[in-house]
């Protein structure tokens, strides 16, 4: 268990649909970032959070939107759903500052667009 | 820009031989960290084995150690006396801090894995 925890596991819905995926972070880490994997593929980072504040932004399109709330969990929202945008989504944290720089992830979000 | 290659998309193992997984990478910073990921069947993403640059000696854990040459920018990762617990998917991962920004940006970047069976 590496501490992160991602909410739903599972989720199944249609195209034109908007979900929100949370994720909390371990226990004093301050840094968080979103990944999408596609069926057979590898991680695609999307964006980056360091105590609220985004940090870094990678291939993430318009209709995806985040944020990293004051208690350091974060939310990402996608809309208008396609179903291309069938993927897992991984949630990561780190400690971020001048060490913990591995990053743990969280279990996923399979998230299936019909 | 940096760039990660593992150029093994598939590799197989007998049971309790030992593999090497080749991974490549490309900058021109001299602060930065390498990593394995190890991605079973479960999807789980699991931290395997980490190198600082900074440092000579080569990472070990366990069954786990890599053989890192910074100058020609490789790092392998051999796995001895393989299990069949070992049948994943590794990423082979390079992060740098990213310097401009204040402290906590650290800048990621995964290689497109190389899926390993291990043969009973």
């Known amino acids: 268990d590496s501490g992160v925890t991602q909410t739903p596991k599972h989720l199944i819905t249609a195209t034109g649909q908007r979900v929100t995926l949370r994720c909390s972070p371990r226990s004093g880490d301050l840094s968080v970032y979103w990944y999408q994997q596609s069926l057979d593929q590898g991680l695609q980072f999307l964006i980056q959070y360091y105590n609220g504040e985004e940090r870094a932004k990678g291939n993430i399109l318009e209709r995806f939107s985040a944020q990293q709330f004051p208690d350091l969990h974060s939310e990402l929202n996608l809309s208008s759903l396609e179903l291309g945008d069938s993927a897992l989504y991984f949630c990561?944290?780190?400690?971020?500052?001048?060490?913990?720089?591995?990053?743990?992830f969280g279990p996923g979000t399979r998230l299936t667009v019909l | 820009a940096q760039t990660v290659t593992q150029s093994q998309p598939e590799m197989s193992v007998q049971e309790a031989e030992t593999v090497t997984l080749s991974c490549t990478y490309d900058?021109?910073?001299?602060?930065?960290?390498l990593f394995w990921y190890k991605q079973p069947p479960s999807r789980q993403m699991i931290l395997v084995i980490r190198?600082?640059?900074?440092?000579?000696q080569n990472a070990t854990e366990n069954r786990f150690s890599v053989n890192f040459q910074k100058a020609a920018k490789s790092f392998s990762l051999k796995i001895s006396d393989s299990q069949l617990g070992d049948t994943a998917m590794y990423f082979c991962a390079f992060m740098k801090p990213i310097d401009l920004l204040p402290s906590g940006t650290y800048k990621y970047i995964f290689g497109t894995g190389t899926r390993l069976k291990v043969l009973a």
């Open positions: 900058t021109s910073e001299s602060n930065y960290y």
């Open positions: 190198q600082e640059a900074y440092k000579q």
């Open positions: 990561a944290s780190s400690a971020g500052g001048t060490s913990g720089n591995e990053q743990f």
